[in-house]
Every structure is written in structure tokens, then in C-alpha cells.
């Protein structure tokens, strides 16, 4: 049993991110370890855990630690493997992704915002990662927020937007069918149920628009709050490595991944993690 005093935490920038290390997620962890992980999760935002050799139920077993986990949920895992952890991956059989999100770049989202419930948080492993590329980009909307000049902090505070999603794009140009694509609309601006901070919570690939505004000035409106979010100042780039286990706060990060090569083969496994309605 992995006992508190065993693990190190170390920030990997000022923004948020901190690799775990002394930690076998092999093992189960004790009601401590559970408590002081969860502290460090709400202080950094993305926990990184590297070296791991974890197979399916340990990752599962692990989440649990958290919340209510949630796997594939959109479609079934085409390989026939266990339906609690979903798949991101490019490998095909017969032609089909066996994952979601299959190919190349992501642009900045959280997870299932177009959801009326979208995810509290997730865990990746990484099983396969290509030569160069696919890093994944983490965002914290908390700094996002706060650095926002004040007259646009009070514009979309009290403000509410639409989240859509069709999992076919992943690098968005133009508007989403709605009557096909699940959308949920959230607040603007959420405050964590945890911190009580809050947190910028709209994003390039899944929110549309601004309930009650005028399509121009959402648009405008839109584009400058995504300039906040996706501020430099405020990310984290993950290089994988076969083994991470990567986890995120989804309520006040967003992420984003960057090109690979597609003849290269990337698998990684994810555990999601039940979340509320935001407010
Ligand atoms: C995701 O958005 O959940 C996938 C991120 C990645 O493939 O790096």
C-alpha cells in the first residue's frame, strides 16, 4: 500500500503541473495518499506521474480514488477491451480508428463541456506515442481569469455560453450542426466547487457563442476572451513518454495536442471522472 510520506511533489512550471514522483500506481493507495494526491491535484491542476507499468484495472482502480469514473462513452472500443477506459488513438483495424480523436492536431477544449455535466476531471496513459509531436497542451483558466482586464471580466461574468461538439472535428472552422451535435450551454465564467475560484471556462473547439448577444459582437467577444485562455503564460506541454499517467482538473483547465506524424502509432488510455453542472 503506497503510504503519503512515500511520494515528492515537483511543480513543473509556475502556471500549474507537478510530477508526482515515488509513487507505484501498481499498488493501492491508503485513505492518506488519497487525501494528500487530491490536495496536490486542486493546487496544480494536472498531476503527472511518469515510469508507471499499469494496466487497466490499476489505471480504473486508481480513478476511483477520485470520483465516479466514465469510459467510453461515445462508442465502443472497436478492439473489445474493457468499455471503462476509452481510447485516443490512431491505429486502425480494418480501416477503423480503434480510439477517438484519432489523427493530428486538437485545438483547446475541455472535456465533454458540450455535456450538461461535463467531465470533473480525467486520466491519461500513455501505451504508444510517436517519434516527435502529439504533445498535449494544459491551460489554467484560473490564471486566465484573473489576468483579465476588469471590464471584460465583468462582461462575461453572468454571461452564459453554448458548447457544441461533433466528434469528427478536431481543429474547428465554422459552425457545428446543432440538431446533430450534442451542445450544452454553461457559464462563461465557473467557479470551482472545490476552491471557490473561478475560473474562464469557454474554449476554441466547443464553444459557439454568447446566449443574448448579437453573432458579431459573440464572436468578437469570443475571440478576445480566447486570447486569454490560450495565453502562453498560462500552459503547461506535456512531452509523453510511455508509462505517464497524466492527470487533469477539467473544471478550470483546458488542453489542447499538437500535430504528429500520422504513419506513427499513438495509443493512449483514458479514465474519465464524473463531474457537476457548472455555475
Ligand atoms: C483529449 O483531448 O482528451 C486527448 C488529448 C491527447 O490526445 O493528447
Not at 64 to 89: H, N, Q
Not at 209 to 225: H, K, N, R, T, Y
Not at 232 to 257: F, K, S
Request: contains cysteine.
Amino acid at each position: 500500500m503506497a503510504a503519503m510520506t512515500d511520494f515528492s511533489i515537483h511543480p513543473m512550471t509556475a502556471a500549474l503541473g507537478a510530477e508526482i514522483r515515488n509513487i507505484d500506481l501498481r499498488e493501492p493507495c491508503d485513505a492518506d495518499t488519497v487525501a494528500a494526491l487530491r490536495v496536490a491535484w486542486l493546487d496544480n491542476l494536472v498531476l503527472i506521474f511518469r515510469d508507471q507499468d499499469i494496466g487497466e484495472d490499476d489505471q480504473v482502480r486508481f480513478a476511483e480514488y477520485f470520483g465516479e469514473t466514465v469510459g467510453a462513452r461515445s462508442k465502443d472500443r472497436t478492439d473489445g477491451g474493457d468499455r471503462r477506459l476509452m481510447l485516443i488513438s490512431n491505429i486502425r483495424e480494418n480501416g477503423e480508428p480503434i480510439g477517438l480523436l484519432p489523427d493530428g492536431e486538437l485545438m483547446f477544449h475541455s472535456d465533454s463541456v458540450f455535456l450538461e455535466k461535463p467531465l470533473m476531471g480525467a486520466m491519461l496513459y500513455a501505451e504508444e506515442i510517436p517519434s516527435t509531436g502529439g504533445n498535449t497542451m494544459f491551460a489554467n483558466m484560473y490564471d486566465a481569469y484573473d489576468a483579465l482586464p476588469d471590464a471584460l471580466k465583468d462582461r462575461l461574468n453572468g454571461l452564459r455560453a453554448v458548447n457544441v461538439f461533433d466528434y469528427e472535428t478536431q481543429v474547428r472552422t465554422g459552425r457545428f450542426d446543432r440538431s446533430k451535435a450534442p451542445h450544452a450551454t454553461h457559464p462563461a465564467v465557473r467557479t470551482h466547487p472545490e476552491t471557490g475560484r473561478k475560473a474562464l471556462y469557454v474554449n476554441r473547439l466547443m464553444t459557439e457563442e454568447f446566449v443574448g448577444i448579437a453573432p458579431d459582437d459573440s464572436d468578437a467577444l469570443l475571440s478576445e476572451a480566447l486570447s486569454h485562455a490560450e495565453n502562453p503564460d498560462h500552459i503547461y506541454e506535456h512531452v509523453w513518454q510511455v508509462g505517464d499517467l497524466v492527470m487533469w482538473d477539467n473544471r478550470c483547465t483546458q488542453h489542447a495536442r499538437r500535430d504528429f506524424p500520422g504513419a506513427e502509432r499513438r495509443l493512449l488510455r483514458r479514465v474519465g471522472l464524473e463531474g457537476d453542472r457548472p455555475y
